[in-house]
């Protein structure tokens, strides 16, 4: 197996570009498995993240980090808006799965209180709300890590069409171990290891976002037609690279 590049420092944007770019040829040929055992072990160990939604396909990349190193720390959104649903299903897989480092990140009461005191912004405004809550928390959760680990797919929709396995994220870099895996092979990943859904994945929600942007999905839709439906939306901001500023945030993937 082909030895991999050192972890160097990143210093700009450019040189993650680099380090992201030979990574992701070095990687092409692992499992996800080994992407992860990769990230965590050798390159990134102590500062990389998994960042995860605990929705409906969550349970597979939950579980592989889980194997490789359970005490890897998990960054989770509480937005305020998901559903209980998502709540309960959190804590009892991360209890089932051993993982020992939860971090829950949710939006900064004064700004909320400033630009959202109604809780009504989703409505108003999808961006600024998906700014408010998902991406300026999370900036701030990553502060301090060099990585972070996602489980977005190509076949989830057309705007991930192309992700690939390691991309810049700015100066840190983001690894995709799941990007190529197709439907079945993650529906064989949950028959195999006897993983527990989502409780809204049998009502129709292949993809769970915040329940007010969040519909169930037609047969022959994209998995993620669901969420902002109606609206030229198709992303929340966190995988816009470099994160934006407030008004900037694109409504597609990178």
């Known amino acids: ?35 992860l055992a990769a990230a965590i072990r050798d390159l990134f160990p102590g500062r990389i993240a998994l960042v995860s939604s605990f929705g409906a396909e969550a349970a597979v990349l939950l579980h592989m980090v889980a194997g490789i190193d359970p005490a890897t720390p998990v960054l989770f959104l509480d937005t305020g808006k998901l559903f209980d649903e998502t709540l309960a299903y959190r804590d009892a897989l991360a209890a089932r799965l051993g993982l020992t480092d ?20 989703w409505f108003r405004d999808a961006n600024a709300c998906c700014y408010l809550r ?32 390691v991309e810049a994220d700015g100066e840190r870099l983001k690894f995709n171990p799941l990007a190529d895996w197709s439907p079945q092979q993650i529906e064989d990943y949950f028959r195999t290891h006897d993983l527990p859904r989502h409780p809204l994945v049998a009502q129709g929600y292949p993809s769970i ?31 816009v690279s470099p994160l934006p500023l407030p008004g900037q945030i694109s409504t597609q993937d990178e």
């Open 209 to 239: 976002g915040c329940a007010p942007c969040t519909q169930p999905v037609a047969e022959g839709e994209d998995t993620r037609a669901g969420r902002w439906r109606g609206q030229d939306k198709t992303e929340c901001g966190i995988h």
């Open 134 to 165: 998902k991406v300026e928390p999370l900036e701030r959760g990553l502060k301090g890590f060099a990585a972070s680990i996602n489980g977005r797919k190509r076949f989830q929709a057309a705007t991930r069409g192309s992700i690939p396995l």
């Open 102 to 121: 939860l971090r829950v990140l949710r939006p900064d009461p004064a700004a909320l209180a400033a630009r959202d005191d109604g809780g009504t912004l």
């Open 1 to 35: 197996m082909t030895a991999l590049a050192p972890a160097v420092p990143v210093t700009a944007p450019l040189a993650a570009r680099d380090h992201a770019g030979l990574l992701d040829l070095q990687l092409r040929d692992r499992t996800p498995q080994q992407i």
